[in-house]
């Protein structure tokens, strides 16, 4: 009972944020973290590792998409190709 009270918990008295805003957060720290000077493709690796590492939660109440899914997202060309345009820009001014 306990277990399930921790689980159903976050849902009411958390700030509810969805899947896509955790999506669209690791856009935005995509981005950030080529303006920064690293290499966003090492991104979709390190997500793919941390799933690995820390398993991945996909119970109903989940708020984080799996951390495969998340890593597909940031490969994807069309956001891969806008971060790495931001990157060889920093680059370049360094």
């Not at 899947?19 to 390190?46: C, F, H, M, Q, W």
């Not at 997202?73 to 060889?88: H, N, T, V």
Request: one cysteine or more; charged letters at 25%; aromatic letters at 12%.
């Amino acid at each position: 009972m306990h277990s399930l009270f921790l689980l159903i918990m976050p849902c009411f008295f958390l700030p509810h944020f969805s899947k896509r805003n955790e999506i669209e957060a690791d856009y935005i720290g995509l981005l950030l973290t080529a303006s920064a000077g690293y290499d966003p493709l090492v991104a979709p690796k390190v997500r793919e590792k941390l799933g690995k590492i820390k398993g991945d939660f996909r119970g109903y109440f989940s708020t984080h998409p799996p951390r495969r899914k998340r890593a597909e997202f940031l490969a994807q060309a069309k956001m891969m190709e806008e971060a790495l345009s931001i990157y060889r820009n920093v680059k370049v001014h360094i």
